[in-house]
């Protein structure tokens, strides 16, 4: 089994920066790749913010996200971090983070990835 423990979110100032992060416990040699997602309050899906495969070390990112936040991993890989800098009031959500098993072209999907953390709120104010 894999678990899932994300850390760092808080009450950020618009224009600020904050970090947070994912541990992965367990059986962690069987992931290949994370991902960020958040769901906004009052939004019932969540959505995809970043993604990183341990593979060259590739990552993607939203459009809306593209230029202020940066994902990577640890050495042995078993954190991630999502450095969100330039934050804005949209961008106050709960920040999951997923695990896949194995690589999928619909990275952005929600049903890609296996195991889930409980989520860390980021509340930007304005």
């Known amino acids: 089994q894999v678990q899932l423990v994300e850390s ?5 100032q618009a224009g600020g ?11 962690a040699y069987r992931i290949i790749t994370m991902s960020w997602f958040r769901q906004s309050p ?13 593979i060259r ?3 993607y990112y939203a459009d809306s996200v593209k230029g202020r936040f940066t994902i990577s991993h640890n050495n042995p890989k078993n954190t991630v971090y999502l450095q969100m800098n330039n934050l ?18 619909a990275y952005y999907a929600v049903s890609d990835y296996e195991y889930w953390g409980q989520g860390t709120r980021v509340t930007v104010s304005s």
């Open 8 to 12: 760092g979110g808080g009450l950020v």
């Open 17 to 27: 920066s904050l970090r947070v992060s994912c541990t992965v416990s367990g059986d």
């Open 42 to 54: 009052g939004q019932e899906e969540r959505e995809f913010v970043a993604n990183i495969r341990w």
């Open 57 to 59: 070390s590739l990552t």
């Open 88 to 105: 804005k009031s949209e961008d106050t959500a709960v920040y999951f983070c997923a695990a896949g098993t194995y690589y999928s072209a």
